[in-house]
């Protein structure tokens, strides 16, 4: 590709390509062949045991289509390697299988994305894990949390839906003086706006369905980090079977292309939206990290590059002016999704809590008049025209 340093926006161009487009195609192509062919026994067992690089089966060693996938992520999360699947969940459930047993204790913050809170509340524990929830931006919280011992510690910032900004360079320090491996979800924020492996996580997992995609039309997620970190989930994919299919693998590989000049507008779009809400009488709060009193900003501002696409705002009327609000507006979907380059609206019951009693959600302080916003790419004028006329008198 080029022996020069590249920046971010080169790099979701071009890296990780070069390797897999046959004839300089500047396409990498949609290779639906599961299978491939070798001439004897001993070229074939020398990649079957890992001792030269080639495919093998799709499960194992996945197709070109996704191992060029993997090679771009890793080039913009700055790691040595990554890992494709088939769904952010299943990123996210296989990094924490492979890597935990029972007995294991982990510490992670109690608001995660609804999927992950299910896994760390239930499914985990029902394995033999231990795993203790706080609050991570709650100094003294999260230490007395570490104190009782730690394995992994899993982090998400911002976070779904309320925004809040985990100080990832002071916890990941912390978890690995607890003796931890540090795993962050970094699909709000995206590698454009930041970087966790750069502050001190050991991996970083994506719902790739999200911005990375950013077209709503291809589900993926992957986890990126150490070599031999990835290799121990590589192997339980290879086990557990959660791959990532070809064609989504090419629509998520198309997506990245333009994911740094999306996400200026997502940042842009989405700050100026957070301001002219503060200002509407109708609105109680509204949560972004890109907003001068945000309890994070200033931790933000170090640490990401952007503030990201998504925010949270509370109605004064609850839940009765939620009810009112959505059905009104005229441009703005009402999905379940985040990151596409069109502006969604979600409430946390049907979307990132779908999984938990609202006693859960109550005690996750998750108040009821909250509506989740992925701020699209359109005009911001016609966003903030919508919601004008939606919550008029
Ligand atoms: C959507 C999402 C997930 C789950 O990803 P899927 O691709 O829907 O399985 C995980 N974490 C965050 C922060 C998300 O927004």
Redesign the pocket.
Known sequence: MSTLPLHPATLAVRAGEDDYRPHAALAVPIEFGIAHGYPDVDSWEQVARGEVAGPLYARNSAHPTSLALEAKLAALEGAAAAVSFG??????SSTLMALLKPGARVVAGKD??G??HYLLQHTLPQWGVQVTLCDTTDAAAFDAALAGGCELLYL?SP??PMLKVQDIRRLAAAGHAAGAVVVI?N??ATPVNQNPLALGADLV??????FLGGHADA???IVCGSQALTDRIRHYREIHGACLDPMSAFLILRGIKTLALRMRQHNDNALALAQWLQQQPAVAQVNYPGLPDHPQHAIAREQMQGFGGVLSFELAGGFAAVRRLLPRCQLLIRAA???TVDTLLGVPSTT?HVECTEQERIALGIPGGLVRCSVGIEDIRDIIADLQQALAE
Request: charged share 10%.
């Open positions: 769904s952010g969940m299943a990123a996210i995660t994305y999927g992950s998400e976070t779904n979800d699909t709000f997992l994506h719902s790739a369905t999200k589900m993926g997620g999704t985040l990151g990132s």
